[in-house]
């Protein structure tokens, strides 16, 4: 369905694309979300696993970059896979303020 923008071709054409990506994007998450809750897990908590997966060990704060979270959002998602022995939290040893995920 086209827009009522009433701006340039290349402007319209850019507005109908963002508005394709974003539907696309809303039909993955849901999607997404309905397989992810019959394993237990929430699309946040799948993405820490991925990227831990992925990437090996990460920093809360290095997480929270990767998935686009606030430190205290994956201090929670973090919790949250520990008590389900996903992951473990361990404390950098050249910096103890430093805590690292670790897939179990």
Not at 16 to 43: D, W
Not at 56 to 74: A, D, F, M, T, V
Request: some cysteine; aromatic content about 2%.
């Amino acid at each position: 369905m086209p827009t009522h923008h009433k701006g340039t071709e290349s402007e319209t054409r850019a507005l109908n694309a963002f508005i394709k990506l974003m539907r696309a994007t809303e039909s993955v998450s849901a999607r997404l979300t309905n397989i992810l809750q019959g394993e237990g897990l929430t699309i946040s908590q799948f993405g820490v696993l991925e990227a831990l997966l992925h990437l090996g060990p990460l920093s809360l704060r290095q997480i929270g970059e990767k998935i686009l979270k606030s430190g205290g959002n994956i201090t929670t998602v973090v919790d949250n896979l520990e008590k389900h022995d996903l992951v473990e939290r361990r404390r950098c040893p050249e910096d103890r303020r430093v805590i690292y995920a670790h897939l179990t």
